[in-house]
C-alpha cells in the first residue's frame, strides 16, 4: 500500500498498526503520520483506515495537516478564547499553556499528536512537583482547544481523550472562627484599612471586587453596595473589568457600622482630594493609596493583612479566606443558603453547600431542635 494514503504494519497476533499520512513538517520536513494501534482482525483495521482515509477525503482534518500545536493555540487564544472570557482568565489560559503545554510538544504537527506525547507532558509537571490541580487545569484548557480544533474540522480526533490525570486533593478550608474573626476585626479597626477589612468580611466580596468599588456604587438611603466589576493589573497597567461571571453582579446589603466607616471614609477622602493625582483614571475608587491609586492586592496583603493576623495570634490564611469565612459565619448563624449564595455571587445555593460542607452538621443539628420543638412540645413520649 502507498505510504503516501496509509499501512496496515503487522505487529504480532491480532495487532496491527494503523498508520494515515498527514504530510511533512514544516521545518524538518519529515514525515507526519496519524498512528493508531488496532486490535482484532485485519478486516478490522482494514475498516479503521478506510474510515481514516474517507475522513480525509471529506476534508476533515486536511487544513490542519500542517498545522504545529503552538500556531494552531495562538489562532485558538485570538479568536476563540479572548473575544469571550475576562481578560483575567485569557492571560491565565495563555500563561498556563506558555509554561506547561508549550515547550514539550508546541512544535509537534496538531494532527500527529498523541495521547501517549501529552501524558508525558503531564507527567513532566507532577515530576516538577506541580499540584494535581495546576495539572488538571492545564488538561482543562488543552481539552477546550482540542475539541475547538475538531470543531473547526482541523482534527479528526481528540488526543487528549484517555490520558490519565492525577486525582485532585481536597485541601481542608481555612477559615477564622467567631472568636477569631472579632480578634481580627479589632486589630484591623486601628488600622487605616479598617473599612477594607470590615468590608472584606461582612459581605463575602472578592478581593478584586471590593478593591474596585466605587463611591457612586453605594446607594446611602438603603445602605447597599453594587457589585457591577472587578480591577486587575496586566503588564503594569490598572483597567477595570468583568466580573468573574454574570452571576457575581449583584447587591449587597451593608451591616450599619460598615457603612459608618465607609461615610468617615469619605469624608476623609473629600478633604484629602487636593493632595491626590487630580488626573488619575481611577480617583473615583473608595480605596485608594494616600496618591489615590488602586490598591495592590499583593501590597495590601504583605503590609497590613498578615501583621494583622501575627498582631492578633491567628491562622495564618489566605486574604480569600476572608470570603470563604464569612460564608461559614453566615451559614452557621442561620442565614438561609440562598441568600448567602445570592452574597456571594455564586451560580447556585447548591453550588454554595457543597463548598461549604463543612458547615452542614451544624445546620442539620440545629434543624433537628427545631423540628423537634415544633413537633413534641407539650407532647410525652
Same mark, same amino acid.
Given at each position: 500500500?502507498?505510504?503516501?494514503?496509509?499501512?496496515?504494519?503487522?505487529?504480532?497476533?491480532?495487532?496491527?498498526?494503523?498508520?494515515?499520512?498527514?504530510?511533512?513538517?514544516?521545518?524538518?520536513?519529515?514525515?507526519?503520520?496519524?498512528?493508531?494501534?488496532?486490535?482484532?482482525?485485519?478486516?478490522?483495521?482494514?475498516?479503521?483506515?478506510?474510515?481514516?482515509?474517507?475522513?480525509?477525503?471529506?476534508?476533515?482534518?486536511?487544513?490542519?495537516?500542517?498545522?504545529?500545536?503552538?500556531?494552531?493555540?495562538?489562532?485558538?487564544?485570538?479568536?476563540?478564547?479572548?473575544?469571550?472570557?475576562?481578560?483575567?482568565?485569557?492571560?491565565?489560559?495563555?500563561?498556563?499553556?506558555?509554561?506547561?503545554?508549550?515547550?514539550?510538544?508546541?512544535?509537534?504537527?496538531?494532527?500527529?499528536?498523541?495521547?501517549?506525547?501529552?501524558?508525558?507532558?503531564?507527567?513532566?509537571?507532577?515530576?516538577?512537583?506541580? !499540584?494535581? =490541580?495546576? $495539572?488538571?487545569?492545564?488538561?482543562? &484548557? *488543552? /481539552?477546550?482547544?482540542?475539541?475547538?480544533?475538531?470543531?473547526?474540522?482541523?482534527?479528526?480526533?481528540?488526543?487528549?481523550?484517555?490520558?490519565?490525570?492525577?486525582?485532585?486533593?481536597?485541601?481542608?478550608?481555612?477559615?477564622?472562627?467567631?472568636?477569631?474573626?472579632?480578634?481580627?476585626?479589632?486589630?484591623?479597626?486601628?488600622?487605616?484599612?479598617?473599612?477594607?477589612?470590615?468590608?472584606?468580611?461582612?459581605?463575602?466580596?472578592?478581593?478584586?471586587?471590593?478593591?474596585?468599588?466605587?463611591?457612586?456604587?453605594?446607594?446611602?438611603?438603603?445602605?447597599?453596595?453594587?457589585?457591577?466589576?472587578?480591577?486587575?493589573?496586566?503588564?503594569?497597567?490598572?483597567?477595570?473589568?468583568?466580573?468573574?461571571?454574570?452571576? !457575581?453582579? =449583584?447587591? $449587597?446589603?451593608?451591616?450599619?457600622? &460598615? *457603612? /459608618?466607616?465607609?461615610?468617615?471614609?469619605?469624608?476623609?477622602?473629600e478633604g484629602a482630594t487636593a493632595e491626590r493625582k487630580s488626573d488619575f483614571e481611577f480617583s473615583d475608587l473608595i480605596f485608594t493609596t494616600p496618591r489615590g491609586e488602586p490598591i495592590n492586592e499583593e501590597y495590601l496583603v504583605k503590609k497590613h493583612f498578615k501583621p494583622i493576623l501575627r498582631e492578633a495570634g491567628l491562622p495564618d490564611i489566605r486574604l480569600y479566606d476572608l470570603r470563604h469565612t464569612f460564608a461559614t459565619l453566615a451559614l452557621t448563624v442561620g442565614v438561609p443558603p440562598k441568600v448567602v449564595s445570592e452574597q456571594l455571587g455564586h451560580a447556585s445555593a447548591a453550588f454554595t453547600l457543597d463548598t461549604y460542607s463543612h458547615v452542614l452538621p451544624h445546620m442539620q443539628a440545629e434543624a433537628a431542635a427545631k423540628m423537634e420543638a415544633a413537633l413534641v412540645n407539650g407532647l410525652s413520649f
Amino acid at each position: 500500500m502507498s505510504r503516501k494514503v496509509g499501512q496496515i504494519i503487522a505487529r504480532g497476533e491480532r495487532r496491527w498498526l494503523v498508520r494515515v499520512y498527514l504530510g511533512r513538517g514544516r521545518e524538518t520536513r519529515k514525515r507526519t503520520y496519524h498512528n493508531r494501534t488496532i486490535y482484532g482482525s485485519l478486516r478490522y483495521a482494514q475498516a479503521y483506515l478506510t474510515k481514516r482515509l474517507h475522513e480525509r477525503d471529506l476534508c476533515r482534518g486536511v487544513q490542519g495537516q500542517q498545522v504545529t500545536l503552538d500556531e494552531f493555540l495562538d489562532h485558538w487564544l485570538k479568536t476563540a478564547v479572548k473575544p469571550k472570557v475576562r481578560e483575567k482568565t485569557y492571560r491565565d489560559y495563555a500563561a498556563m499553556l506558555r509554561r506547561y503545554i508549550r515547550p514539550p510538544i508546541g512544535a509537534k504537527i496538531m494532527a500527529a499528536l498523541s495521547p501517549l506525547e501529552i501524558q508525558a507532558a503531564y507527567q513532566n509537571m507532577i515530576d516538577k512537583g506541580l !499540584s494535581s =490541580r495546576t $495539572v488538571n487545569y492545564a488538561h482543562a &484548557v *488543552l /481539552r477546550s482547544a482540542m475539541r475547538q480544533a475538531i470543531r473547526w474540522q482541523l482534527l479528526f480526533n481528540d488526543p487528549t481523550q484517555g490520558v490519565q490525570l492525577p486525582r485532585q486533593q481536597c485541601k481542608e478550608m481555612r477559615v477564622l472562627t467567631t472568636e477569631q474573626a472579632r480578634a481580627f476585626l479589632s486589630i484591623a479597626s486601628q488600622t487605616p484599612q479598617a473599612c477594607i477589612f470590615a468590608l472584606a468580611l461582612t459581605t463575602g466580596m472578592r478581593p478584586s471586587e471590593y478593591l474596585a468599588l466605587c463611591w457612586q456604587d453605594i446607594d446611602w438611603e438603603h445602605g447597599t453596595v453594587s457589585v457591577v466589576r472587578s480591577l486587575h493589573k496586566n503588564e503594569g497597567q490598572w483597567r477595570f473589568d468583568d466580573t468573574k461571571r454574570i452571576r !457575581s453582579r =449583584r447587591l $449587597v446589603k451593608l451591616q450599619s457600622w &460598615v *457603612l /459608618r466607616l465607609l461615610v468617615k471614609l469619605k469624608h476623609e477622602n473629600e478633604g484629602a482630594t487636593a493632595e491626590r493625582k487630580s488626573d488619575f483614571e481611577f480617583s473615583d475608587l473608595i480605596f485608594t493609596t494616600p496618591r489615590g491609586e488602586p490598591i495592590n492586592e499583593e501590597y495590601l496583603v504583605k503590609k497590613h493583612f498578615k501583621p494583622i493576623l501575627r498582631e492578633a495570634g491567628l491562622p495564618d490564611i489566605r486574604l480569600y479566606d476572608l470570603r470563604h469565612t464569612f460564608a461559614t459565619l453566615a451559614l452557621t448563624v442561620g442565614v438561609p443558603p440562598k441568600v448567602v449564595s445570592e452574597q456571594l455571587g455564586h451560580a447556585s445555593a447548591a453550588f454554595t453547600l457543597d463548598t461549604y460542607s463543612h458547615v452542614l452538621p451544624h445546620m442539620q443539628a440545629e434543624a433537628a431542635a427545631k423540628m423537634e420543638a415544633a413537633l413534641v412540645n407539650g407532647l410525652s413520649f
